[in-house]
């Protein structure tokens, strides 16, 4: 690119008379012509970067969402043969996936809402736990507080204190240990009775998204004056755990309020781990997802997945009123 | 019950119960006492700097505890099986299933595989998300918080869910399928490429372009714009300035994403399970646990284990010896 920009400039203006005569005050003679085309000639990447760099953007931003939106409007579809889904509006494939309707008794790898309803009145505490969108709720919110208890103190250990291993320790916490699979695998063998329980799915779930909430607290910590803040609460009288409680974590809600929102999220999605482990009771959300994908048909398919686009939408739009946008890994 | 009786009563049983605990807290410190000095610190602290260590540890205990019963010891219950002599218990030392993952062809295709695929996909993403954050970080455009947010969106999609993405783009019924069948005539099933090889490189990176994006996006946050700004009025190109001025400002930063989205390639699961196209190291993992093979914990342990240890050696060594800048 480079060489190209500077071409014309060394090659221009040979066949030109050329003034040769040194000038009085020493400096360096310049053709105009060199001035001209210096001003004009552009570099190709001057010409051709940004059109270049945008077009990548936007076909990265279509390639990203467009079948996110696609996906959700054919959930809406009676059918798909042609080049666009036709037949607006149905809700067959939304009943089917919620489980209502006629469907109720076919509907295996539906999230059996109906049943749910039907049976809230007579047993309000264990109906929810047959559906698999409040089995994954309920497992993601166990995540989330094992979550709050580990993943609060150590960001506020990393972020306020020195001590030898700081670094290595901070590396653990923040980098994900093992993926879903590995420890699936580390689980069945470790505890075999346990980990298909809603125990073994918690601790997975807690440790595998502990990053993430280390990560959102962090960042909470790293803008506050801590030292002055505990500092001040402890001349003020206050003893250190209640400085820490009363003082330093209302300060970081925010972080504390997004990661759990992020961790939530992140645990009600996961699939590895849920896969290799899950062995009875109500599917979780994500293998309700893959029964789906394998199983039912494609519009099906696409009001299940919509289902999980629904849930991540609301969980962004609470992102974005605390004032973080979106997620962040 | 007269107020008077009440707190006499409560009086009384706060007097036993301080009672009580001195004399527990007289034991503590007499066994605090007796401990090793730096043990004996932490519990019963004289200076502040040992109070400082007491809050640091106790701020550290429930990772730690969490660390290790979800991470440490299954860990190494998976290391003992893959390593053990018998099939379902752990006893003894053998490396037969390790000599069976060096043995088998498949299985070192596999390997193979798993590795030149996620590099490539690594490297596109990254080439891709890169290019993604130049235009939103450095264009002035319309909508940003918007773009950003829709960018960022399919960061929490699980892998199986990116594969279902990849079939309305590019399946039997696709999008992209019928819109070329269309104009080019031929069957869209001739053209359907999602079950091809090509289709999961493709799913590879739409799980992996918006991770890369959005840690790029912190280092071009951290650019210093009056060095590029200075670049281009010296008459460097816009590509010259990007090459000599910018990538080496962000390159701790795309280092890291690479490290982070490399490890990211290698842990896909889901994915390949849907597409069944290419038989990775996580997809032979979870076969070797399938009834088809008969439930082999130990081989799919080795496996495992095999992955962990090259992840975790790349990770340290990566952040060892390179400017990888990992985090936001």
Known sequence: ??????????????????????????????????????????????????????????????????????????????????????????????????????????????????????????????????????????????????????????????????????????????????????????????????????????VGYSLLKAPFMVMAVQSSFESMPLRQLEESARSLGASWPRTFLSVIVPNAKRGIVSGAI???????????????????????????????ISNSSFLTTAAAVSVFFLLVAAVTAALQLLGNRGFST | MSTDEAAGGTGGTDGRRADALAAVSAAFHAGAARLPDPLGRVLQPHTERDRERRRVIALCAPFCLLATVAGVYPLSEMLRISVSEAKYVSEGFSLSAYERLLADPHLRASAVNTLWFSLATTIVSLGVATAT?????????????ALLTLLSFPIS?????????????????????NLVAWFTGRSSVDLAVATSVGGLFVAYCYSMIPRAFLLLRGSYAEVNERTEEAARSLGASPAR????????????????????????????????????????????????????????????AAMATVWFAFVLGFTALGLRYTSAEVGL
Request: some cysteine; charged content about 15%.
């Open chain 1, 1 to 202: 690119m480079s060489d190209a920009d500077s071409g014309p400039v060394r090659g221009g203006g040979t066949d030109d008379q050329t003034d040769d005569r040194p000038r009085p005050d020493g400096g360096l003679t310049v053709e105009d012509r060199q001035i001209r085309e210096r001003s004009w000639k552009r570099s190709p990447s001057a010409v051709l970067g940004r059109p270049l760099v945008l077009t990548v953007f936007a076909l990265t931003f279509l390639f990203l969402v467009f079948p996110v939106v696609a996906t959700f409007v054919a959930s809406f579809a009676r059918e798909w043969t042609g080049v666009l889904p036709s037949g607006f509006v149905t809700l067959t494939h939304w009943e089917q996936v919620l489980g209502f309707g006629g469907y109720e008794d076919a509907a295996d790898y539906s999230l059996k809402l109906g049943a749910v309803l039907r049976t809230l009145t007579e047993n309000p505490l264990a109906a929810p736990s047959q559906s698999p969108l409040f089995r994954s709720m309920w497992l993601a919110l166990g995540g989330v507080l094992v979550n709050l208890v580990v993943g609060v103190p150590i960001a506020y250990a990393v972020a306020r204190y020195e001590f030898p291993g700081r670094d290595l320790l901070n590396a653990f916490a923040v980098l994900p240990l093992a993926p879903g699979i590995v420890l699936g695998v580390a689980f069945l063998r470790a505890y075999p009775e346990l980990s298909g329980t809603d125990f073994g799915l918690i």
């Open chain 1, 262 to 292: 992020i961790c939530w999220a992140l645990a009600a999605a996961e699939f590895n781990f849920s896969y290799v482990v899950f062995s009875r009771g109500a599917r979780p959300l994500a293998l309700f997802l893959k029964a789906n």
């Open chain 2, 133 to 145: 954050a130049h235009a939103l970080e450095k264009y002035d455009l319309p909508f940003r918080g």
């Open chain 2, 157 to 177: 999609l699980p892998g199986i869910v990116a594969a279902f993405m990849i079939i309305v783009l590019l399946g039997n019924t696709g999008l992209v399928t």
């Open chain 2, 241 to 300: 300035t990007f090459y000599h001025v910018t990538l080496p400002q962000i390159k701790p930063g795309v280092i890291g994403a690479f490290i982070l989205t490399f490890r990211t390639a290698l842990a896909i699961f889901g994915t390949v399970l849907i597409l069944q196209t290419l038989r990775v190291w996580t997809y032979e993992i979870d076969y070797a646990l399938s009834s088809g093979s008969g439930f082999d914990i130990q081989l799919a």
